[in-house]
């Protein structure tokens, strides 16, 4: 799956979720694919790869392992913040470019 310019995920950036407890880290790949480092703030982390898939310009979702979909609607960028609606809460994640 090759992503379109126009699509509002930002691709090859890292998505870090505005949280004082909570990590969850992304990138999304034009593959389809999505590496992901999850947790808590001074606790155990993860780091899965995901699929994701396109349901429209601003949404998508991502295919767990376990074959949970954790749906993101309304994607919209502001600056260097993403915002969204995941699984029905709103959050905010800064956008970083990888480092070079």
Not at 24 to 44: D, E, H, L, M, Q
Not at 52 to 62: A, F, P, V
Request: with cysteine; aromatic share 8%; hydrophobic share 35%.
């Amino acid at each position: 799956m090759t992503i379109t310019p126009n699509h509002a995920l930002p691709i090859d950036h890292f998505l870090d979720l505005v949280s004082d407890t909570l990590v969850n880290s992304y990138c999304f790949r034009s593959t389809g694919r999505v590496t992901a480092t999850i947790g808590k703030k001074n606790g155990p982390l993860a780091g899965p790869l995901f699929n994701y898939r396109l349901i429209s310009d601003d949404s998508i979702e991502i295919i767990h392992s376990d074959g949970r979909i954790e749906r993101w609607t309304g994607i919209r960028i502001e600056g260097g913040l993403l915002h969204v609606e995941r699984d029905g809460q709103l959050q905010t994640f800064t956008i970083r470019k990888p480092a070079p």
